[in-house]
Each structure stands twice: as C-alpha cells, then as structure tokens.
C-alpha cells in the first residue's frame, strides 16, 4: 500500500465523513464489552474486549485504540507509557479493526 493511502478507513485518517470515526469505534468496543453478544459467531471479540477493559480500565483501551486506528502505531508498541501488555494491545487492535470494518460496513448498506 502506497505511504498516501490511510492504513484503516476510519475517518481521522481518511477524512470521509462515510467512514466510522475513532470515537464510534471506541464506542462500540466499550459496548460490546459491556453487554457481550450472546449467541453470536464473534462473541469471542466481546469476551476478549470485556476482559482488557476490566483490566486496564476504558480510557487506557481508548488510547490504544486511537493510537492504532488514527497515529498509525503498531499494535505492540500502542502500550507505550501505560501499564498494558503489549500482547493486549495486540487483542484491542485486533478487536478494534473487526468493529471498525463492521462500522463501515452498516454504513455501506
């Protein structure tokens, strides 16, 4: 991929208003996290996500989350200066990018 073209298409980095900004995303992974999906083929994501923010609390998952989503931080190195795992910001990236292409997804049909 060309160094121009944004990595994730969320808005921060593409500025198309079509595509999910980072708070939606943030928003959506704090829900997931709270109310799981039962049942559902990627509640694992839920489960996971529930655990992190149980461990290190909302506004540290935010931060990793924006890090990676809109400063272009690898997801290993998204922990620097807090008190995370690396191996956890690779579960919240991961999680992230699942609900971000979800998020665009419901806005393309």
């Known amino acids: 991929m060309p160094d121009a073209e944004p ?7 593409t500025a198309n208003p079509e595509h999910a900004s980072v708070d939606d995303v943030v928003d959506l992974v ?5 109310n799981p999906r039962a049942e ?3 509640t694992h994501f839920d489960t996971a996500v529930a655990a992190l ?3 290190y609390g909302t506004e540290s998952v ?4 924006h890090r990676i989503l809109v400063d272009d931080e690898p997801f290993r190195t998204a922990t620097n200066g807090l008190e995370m795992r690396n191996v956890d910001a690779v579960r919240i990236g991961t999680v992230a990018s699942w609900f ?3 998020l ?3 806005d393309d049909g």
């Not at 704090?30 to 709270?34: D, E, K, L, N």
């Not at 935010?62 to 989350?65: E, G, S, W």
């Open 7 to 13: 990595h994730y298409t969320v808005r921060e980095q």
């Open 30 to 34: 704090i829900q997931r996290a709270q």
């Open 40 to 42: 559902h083929e990627n």
């Open 53 to 55: 923010v149980d461990r």
């Open 62 to 65: 935010r931060t990793v989350i």
């Open 100 to 102: 971000l292409e979800e």
């Open 104 to 106: 665009n997804a419901q």
